[in-house]
């Protein structure tokens, strides 16, 4: 998959990742791409599908410190 833009959010499973720092274990290789929804910023990531009942959260690897 290509990565349009740094955050890559799925939109069936509603994690984000942070396509920067992606790991085996965020298989986002198995993604299909009509499920895959690029943002230019987590902040507009975390607020899908909307800012009043955001759906997402961030990967547990991308995102691992
Ligand atoms: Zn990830």
Redesign the pocket.
Known sequence: MKYKKRYLVNIRTK????TL???P??K?NMMKQDNALFCDTLQEALEYPNKITPKTS??????AI
Not at 15 to 18: E, F, K, Q, T, W
Not at 58 to 63: L, V
């Open positions: 994690i984000i990742h942070d720092n992606i790991k274990r965020c986002v961030k990967c547990p690897f991308c995102f």
